[in-house]
């Protein structure tokens, strides 16, 4: 064997060893690391339900209530979307759910709506979306209460025809000059609440059938 073989040989074998023990600590860490970031994610994602639905309302593990919703057109989702179910014992009290507002002025506007079993809205938050900085992003709650306006909302409150912005002749404030996201927002959460009037009784008999 030459040198040039026992050097190639030797380097390779140094290599692999490097190779192996790297990907042993990356595979260590992660293994490590995924129930720490699993859990942050789901204090993240609880929070942000919490901030649509009173904790005061649900007794159970709304985590684990999760359930995939197909796309669907009052929803503005063109995938698969998330809904959690609300108890408090055996009654089911609320919902949470995922909306698109598909036609904010920059695009889709994402929403996760609280709807309590009444069909009143126990809160809307944005989010994500694209829309222009200074005008279309005051319905971020952390910038603007304009998003608490749906509070106590429901199909009937205010009749169909004030679910607009009150430039249209609706019951619901806008920014001057900015309301092609509002009236997106508005559109999107009355549609959400005509879903869950028809899917209601869908939603408490999964939780049943799923408590069972």
């Given at each position: 064997?030459?040198d040039?073989?026992?050097?190639a040989?030797?380097?390779?074998t140094v ?7 790297g990907t042993?600590?990356?595979a260590?860490t992660?293994e490590?690391?995924?129930?720490v970031?699993s859990?942050?994610q789901?204090?993240?994602k609880?929070?942000l339900?919490?901030?649509v ?8 593990d709304?985590?684990t209530s999760r359930?995939d919703?197909?796309?669907?057109d009052l929803?503005g ?8 179910i609300?108890r408090?014992?055996s009654?089911?009290t609320?919902?949470v759910l995922?909306a698109?507002?598909?036609?904010g002025?920059?695009g889709?506007i994402?929403l996760l709506i609280?709807?309590?079993?009444d ?20 319905v971020e709650?952390t910038?603007?209460?304009w ?10 409150n205010?009749?169909p025809r ?6 249209d002749?609706g019951t ?7 309301t092609i996201?509002?009236?997106?927002v508005?559109k999107a959460?009355r549609?959400a609440l005509?879903?869950?009037?028809r ?7 999964s939780?049943?059938a799923k408590?069972?």
């Amino acid at each position: 064997m030459t040198d040039a073989i026992r050097n190639a040989l030797r380097t390779g074998t140094v290599l692999f060893l490097f190779a192996f023990a790297g990907t042993t600590i990356l595979a260590f860490t992660h293994e490590r690391a995924a129930p720490v970031i699993s859990r942050s994610q789901q204090a993240e994602k609880l929070a942000l339900i919490n901030q649509v639905l009173p904790a005061s309302s649900y007794d159970n593990d709304l985590l684990t209530s999760r359930q995939d919703l197909p796309s669907d057109d009052l929803l503005g989702t063109r995938k698969p979307s998330a809904l959690w179910i609300a108890r408090r014992g055996s009654q089911v009290t609320a919902v949470v759910l995922e909306a698109i507002a598909p036609d904010g002025y920059a695009g889709d506007i994402a929403l996760l709506i609280g709807i309590g079993i009444d069909g009143t809205v126990t809160g809307v938050r944005v989010t994500a979306h694209h829309e222009t900085p200074g005008l279309g992003d005051y319905v971020e709650r952390t910038k603007s209460d304009w998003i608490d306006q749906f509070a106590g909302k429901s199909l009937t409150n205010p009749e169909p025809r004030h679910w607009k912005v009150a430039k249209d002749g609706g019951t619901f404030d806008a920014r001057a000059g900015a309301t092609i996201t509002p009236r997106a927002v508005i559109k999107a959460v009355r549609n959400a609440l005509d879903y869950f009037a028809r899917h209601r009784a869908a939603f408490v008999a999964s939780a049943a059938a799923k408590e069972n």
